[in-house]
C-alpha cells in the first residue's frame, strides 16, 4: 500500500515570493510521483512527473520539483509565483506495477497575495 | 495525446434518482481507465478502474457502478442516489494521467 501527506492544507504567498510546497510519500516498492493543479471548478491538469531518470523534473510554467528517495519526498518549489499560481495543488503516487492506479494528497491550496 | 471528454459540467438531481456520467477517451487505444471522486475539501478518492472492455474493479463499496461498454468508453452509475453522492467526479486516462474536466453533482 502507498500513501501521500501534503502536510501544508493552505499556503499563502506574496506575489513575487518563492513558494516550497511539501509532500512526503510511503511505499514499499518502487514509485512513480505526480503533481497535479486544479484550477477553481475545474480538472486536474499534469503540472509534472517522476517516472526515472534525473531527480530534479521541471515544468513549463516554472515549478520544479526533487524527488529524494532517502526522505521519501517529492516537494515542488517556484522561485518567483504569479497571481495565476492561485490554485490548488495536489501530489500523488503510482506503484509501477498493479492496476496503476494513482495514490492522491488531502492538496495544498496555494494562494498568492498581491 | 490523450484527451478525455465528461458530460455534463454539472448536474443537481434529487436523492433517490438514477444517475448516469459518461467518459469517452481520443487520442489512444485500450487505454486504462479510473473514476475518482473529489469531496468538498478533500483529496480524491479513486472509486473504480477498468483495464478493458467489461472489466471493472471496484475500490471502495458504495451506492455507485461502473461500466465499460466501448474501448473509449466509461460509464458511472446509480440506480438510487443518496445526499453522500455529491462530489465532484473526475474520469483519469492512464496513458499521459491526463484527467477530465469533471462533473460536478449535487444531490439534494
Known amino acids: 500500500a502507498q500513501s501521500v501527506t501534503q502536510l501544508d492544507s493552505q499556503v499563502p504567498v506574496f506575489e513575487e515570493a518563492p513558494v516550497e510546497l511539501r509532500c512526503n510519500y510511503s511505499s514499499s516498492v518502487s514509485v512513480y510521483l505526480f503533481w497535479y493543479v486544479q484550477y477553481p471548478n475545474q480538472g486536474l491538469q499534469l503540472l509534472l512527473k517522476?517516472?526515472?531518470?534525473?531527480?530534479l523534473v521541471e515544468s513549463i510554467n516554472g515549478f520544479e520539483a526533487e524527488f529524494n528517495k532517502s526522505q521519501t519526498s517529492f516537494h515542488l518549489r517556484k522561485p518567483s509565483v504569479h497571481i495565476s499560481d492561485t490554485a490548488e495543488y495536489f501530489c500523488?503516487?503510482?506503484?509501477?506495477?498493479?492496476?496503476?492506479?494513482?495514490?492522491f494528497g488531502t492538496g495544498t491550496r496555494l494562494t498568492i497575495i498581491p | 495525446s490523450q484527451t478525455i471528454h465528461q458530460w455534463p459540467a454539472t448536474l443537481v438531481q434529487p436523492v433517490g434518482s438514477p444517475l448516469s456520467l459518461e467518459c469517452t477517451v481520443e487520442?489512444?487505444?485500450?487505454?486504462?481507465l479510473y473514476w475518482y471522486r473529489q469531496a468538498a475539501g478533500r483529496g480524491l478518492q479513486l472509486l473504480f478502474y477498468?483495464?478493458?472492455?467489461?472489466?471493472i474493479s471496484s475500490e471502495v463499496p458504495q451506492n455507485l457502478s461502473a461500466s465499460r461498454p466501448q474501448d473509449r468508453q466509461f460509464i458511472l452509475s446509480s440506480k438510487k442516489l443518496l445526499l453522500s453522492d455529491s462530489g465532484f467526479y473526475l474520469c483519469?486516462?492512464?496513458?499521459?494521467?491526463?484527467f477530465g474536466s469533471g462533473t460536478r453533482l449535487t444531490v439534494v
Open positions: 517522476y517516472l526515472s531518470g534525473s531527480t
Open positions: 483519469a486516462c492512464r496513458d499521459g494521467y491526463t
Open positions: 487520442g489512444t487505444s485500450n487505454p486504462n
Open positions: 500523488a503516487v503510482r506503484s509501477n506495477f498493479g492496476n496503476e492506479k494513482l495514490t
Open positions: 477498468s483495464v478493458g472492455i467489461g472489466q
